[in-house]
């Protein structure tokens, strides 16, 4: 949450009660009104969840940069 809506936000969103809606809340995107029906513990794991999800689109990309090189230095190679 911290990533995407900033510290602030995840501070406050952590504070409030869970089952009811409660706000606004500022974030970098504006105000939000939200209902929170997540414990601190889920917290946790969304942060591994998205920490997984990071690694593999650092993955994917570092492929895609590695192909593209390949592939620009095979085209120098055959035009050479």
Known sequence: ???????????????????????????????????????????ATARRRAARVEREWRNARRQELAKAFYEKLRAKYASG
């Not at 936000?9 to 105000?31: E, T």
């Open 1 to 43: 949450m911290a990533r995407l809506f900033g510290r602030d936000f995840a501070d406050a969103l952590v504070k409030q009660p869970v089952g009811r809606w409660s706000g606004p809340i500022a974030s970098g995107y504006g105000a939000h009104v939200v209902k929170s029906r997540l414990s601190l513990r889920w917290h």
